[in-house]
């Protein structure tokens, strides 16, 4: 059971624009960043977005991300198939004092 | 370039010992703390905690308390995570990662297989 909750799938098609939510709670998302990672099949996962909606360099503008309240999400434009992914959202929570996890998305485009 | 390299995949039997190393380079090691998070097969991400790079001191997740150690040589500029007593249900990928607050860089994970 994750701390952060996320849906377990989404999709679209080539061109579309998806979007991938988060909710948390008070002691995590309500007062700390958030954090996406993209997990490409068989690899590690890489940081595609921090505080909120900064881009780390490299990451393609087609992504972006907001956080209003206690959710989040993460916006994929222009989806192209090498989006095909996990997508974990993260955030620093109070209580353990560190980062807590979503339960991660499998984003599939058709 | 900033990266951090792990060492190789294991294959262990049930109450024995595993100790990962994870090699960082391209920054100054004792500038960020490193992580260890989690991976079981088909499951999603579990942070373990930290190792703090300057001085030592290791902050452990509540599920990851007891059987797991995590230590450094800030000579090597390494990090390591050691687990004893393995159980079936340790068998994952370990992944290590910088800077607990944002976990930006990340290893290329080592799996640990544990099977009689």
């Known amino acids: 059971q994750s701390v952060l909750t996320q849906p377990p799938s989404a999709s679209g098609t080539p061109g579309q624009r998806v979007t991938i939510s988060c909710s948390g709670s008070a002691s995590n998302i309500g007062t700390n960043v958030v954090n996406w990672y993209q997990q490409l099949p068989g690899s590690a996962p890489r940081l595609l977005m921090y505080?909120?909606?900064q881009r780390p360099s490299g990451v393609p503008d087609r992504f972006s991300g907001s956080k209003s309240g206690t959710s989040a999400s993460l916006a994929i434009s222009g989806l192209q198939s090498e989006d095909e992914a996990d997508y974990y959202c993260?955030?620093?929570?109070?209580?353990?004092?560190?980062?807590?996890f979503g339960g991660g998305t499998k984003l599939t485009v058709l | 370039q900033v990266q951090l390299v792990q060492s190789g995949s294991e294959l262990k039997k049930p109450g024995a010992s595993v100790k990962i190393s994870c090699k960082a380079s391209?920054?100054?090691?004792?500038?960020?703390?490193m992580n260890w998070v989690r991976q079981a097969p088909g499951q999603g991400l579990e942070w373990m905690g930290w190792i703090n790079t300057n001085t030592g001191d290791p902050k452990y997740a509540q599920a990851f308390t007891g059987r797991f150690v995590f230590s450094w040589d800030k000579s090597l500029t390494t990090a390591y995570l050691e687990i004893t007593t393995l159980k079936a249900d340790d068998t994952a990928v370990y992944y290590c990662?910088?800077?607990?607050?944002?976990?930006?860089?990340w290893g290329q994970g080592t799996t640990v297989t544990v099977s009689s």
């Open positions: 505080n909120n909606n």
């Open positions: 391209g920054y100054t090691f004792s500038s960020y703390a």
């Open positions: 993260a955030a620093w929570d109070d209580r353990p004092n560190g980062p807590v």
């Open positions: 990662a910088r800077d607990p607050s944002r976990l930006d860089v």
